[in-house]
């Protein structure tokens, strides 16, 4: 996809510049227990990486913090012109559950207490028929590569969705202060040669307050 730059971009790879994003999957719940689950995507899943895992129940949506265990792959989906899309399972294990949520867990488990059920050593884990809708969100951080007024670019091993909004932190080396905004994938390709695949990825300033814009134009105006 071609790149319409309206700023001129600085590199500053190895400057200690990073961007942090929340990045969002869809997910299925397979089964729950009080302490955690087992939940299938099409996404890879960092063993050892820090989620919040969110679904709705009665109108409310239940949010917990979690992390992975254990993931493999456990299966494909085909698509258009026989594409194969990689499926994986993951363990996700339930960390600091507050009183309030660890009782909106249960009850959700409890309307499910009639279905197959399996024992296991943390508790009665339920199985869910049909898996439940479940979204996983994590923090990722990328170095960035080139910066502008209006933009930047980082490399990730995600595949961005061209026009997908997410929001957006900068982070400086050495400044407390970062710049928070949103951002939208302009274009993206392939790194070559990288394996696994790993994507260059231009990312546009959205909505940035004044006193941010102002920060980011004093930085680049002590670049070369």
Same mark, same amino acid.
């Given at each position: 996809?071609?790149?319409?730059?309206?700023?001129?971009?600085?590199?500053v790879?190895?400057?200690?510049?990073?961007?942090?994003?929340?990045?969002?999957?869809?997910?299925?719940?397979?089964?729950?227990?009080?302490?955690?689950?087992?939940?299938?995507g099409?996404?890879?899943?960092?063993?050892?990486?820090?989620?919040?895992?969110?679904?709705?129940?009665?109108?409310?949506?239940?949010?917990?913090?979690?992390?992975?265990?254990?993931? +493999?792959l456990?299966? @494909?989906? *085909? $698509?258009? !012109?026989?594409?194969?899309?990689?499926?994986?399972?993951?363990? %996700?294990e339930? &960390?600091?559950v507050?009183?309030?949520?660890?009782?909106?867990? +249960?009850?959700?488990? @409890?309307? *499910? $207490?009639? !279905?197959l059920?399996?024992?296991?050593?943390?508790?009665?884990? %339920?199985?869910? &028929?049909?898996?439940e809708?479940?979204?996983l969100?994590?923090?990722?951080a990328?170095?960035?590569?080139? $910066?502008?007024?209006?933009?930047?670019?980082?490399?990730?091993?995600?595949?961005p969705?061209?026009?997908?909004?997410?929001?957006?932190?900068?982070?400086?080396?050495?400044?407390?202060?970062?710049?928070?905004?949103?951002?939208r994938?302009?274009?993206?390709?392939?790194?070559?040669?990288?394996?696994?695949?790993?994507?260059?990825?231009?990312?546009?300033?959205?909505?940035?307050?004044?006193?941010?814009?102002?920060?980011?134009?004093?930085?680049?105006?002590?670049?070369?």
């Amino acid at each position: 996809m071609t790149e319409r730059r309206k700023h001129r971009r600085h590199i500053v790879e190895g400057m200690g510049i990073y961007a942090k994003t929340l990045l969002n999957a869809e997910v299925e719940v397979l089964d729950i227990s009080p302490s955690g689950g087992s939940i299938r995507g099409t996404k890879r899943f960092n063993i050892g990486g820090e989620y919040i895992f969110k679904f709705e129940h009665e109108y409310r949506v239940i949010s917990l913090k979690g992390i992975i265990v254990w993931e +493999k792959l456990t299966g @494909s989906n *085909k $698509i258009a !012109e026989g594409e194969a899309v990689p499926i994986y399972t993951a363990g %996700i294990e339930f &960390r600091d559950v507050s009183t309030d949520k660890a009782g909106q867990l +249960k009850d959700f488990i @409890s309307e *499910k $207490i009639q !279905e197959l059920r399996e024992r296991r050593l943390s508790g009665i884990r %339920i199985k869910i &028929r049909p898996p439940e809708k479940a979204v996983l969100s994590c923090f990722e951080a990328c170095v960035v590569k080139d $910066i502008s007024l209006g933009g930047m670019r980082v490399e990730t091993e995600r595949e961005p969705t061209v026009q997908a909004l997410f929001p957006l932190e900068v982070i400086f080396a050495e400044d407390e202060n970062s710049i928070r905004c949103q951002g939208r994938v302009a274009f993206y390709h392939a790194v070559s040669g990288e394996t696994p695949a790993r994507y260059s990825v231009g990312v546009e300033f959205m909505e940035m307050i004044d006193g941010d814009k102002l920060r980011l134009n004093r930085f680049i105006g002590t670049l070369p």
